[in-house]
């Protein structure tokens, strides 16, 4: 089957560091990608990681482990706006659609 | 890249009619997907829409349901028919991936709410 699995909530405090993990287990493997989706807002993309390691993005870095089916997405000086929830999604639906994690979200305070 | 336009972006409905939500995109794309949102949930893909073929559903969706039409390559439609409170989720078409690094699109999404 298919499944991928994220942390429902995480907290985090303004200027800080936060690591959000994901694991997964799909038939098909094209690809991890990150999105982040503001409440009542369509996912935008972060990230996307088909070979092992880091890819930095700015204050977004995501990394993968295919052996181990894990990814992260780290989010360095968090700030206020980055209150929202992280999709994890994996490129692997049998119709070459993502697969969706059912999102982290993180509550940034002050 | 792709831009999606979609529309209508919220709709109050009444129970039992049905409502349809378009996607444009502004390039040729052979697949469309339609995902739905409930609350509080992530996306759970509902079809795949190529154009000049029927639709492919994903398991617990059917067409009576959720009849889509892909009548080009820019084009899409998603029916939700003879609705329910149950039916009040975001519903979003989707473009991509189409390949290696290739990034999902997403239109603005319709917010559907059935009293």
């Known amino acids: 089957g298919q499944n991928i699995d994220q942390p429902t909530e995480m907290t985090a405090t303004e200027g800080a560091i936060v690591q959000i993990n994901c694991t997964y287990q799909t038939s098909g493997f094209n690809g991890l990608f990150w999105y982040q989706q503001h409440a009542g807002e369509a996912p935008t993309f972060l990230s996307y990681?088909?070979?092992?390691g880091l890819e930095e993005k700015g204050r977004f870095s995501s990394f993968l482990s295919r052996s181990k089916g894990y990814s992260y997405l780290l989010l360095k000086e968090l700030q206020m706006k980055d209150s929202a929830s992280y999709l994890c999604a994996v490129a692997g639906g049998s119709q070459g659609n993502l697969i969706f994690g059912k999102g982290t979200k993180l509550s940034v305070k002050p | 890249s792709a831009v999606i336009s979609q529309k209508p972006s919220r709709d109050i409905c009444q129970r039992g009619t049905s409502l349809t939500i378009q996607c444009q995109v502004d390039s040729q794309v052979t697949m469309m997907f339609w995902y739905r949102q409930q609350p509080g949930q992530s996306l759970t893909l509902i079809a795949t829409?190529?154009?000049?073929?029927?639709?492919?559903?994903e398991s617990g969706f059917v067409i009576d349901k959720f009849p889509i039409s892909r009548p080009n390559l820019t084009f899409s439609t998603l029916t939700v028919s003879n609705m329910s409170p149950e039916d009040s989720s975001i519903y979003l078409c989707s473009v991509g991936p189409q390949g290696m690094g290739i990034e999902a699109f997403f239109g603005q999404g319709t917010r559907l709410t059935v009293v």
């Open positions: 990681n088909v070979l092992d």
């Open positions: 829409a190529n154009q000049g073929s029927e639709a492919t559903y």
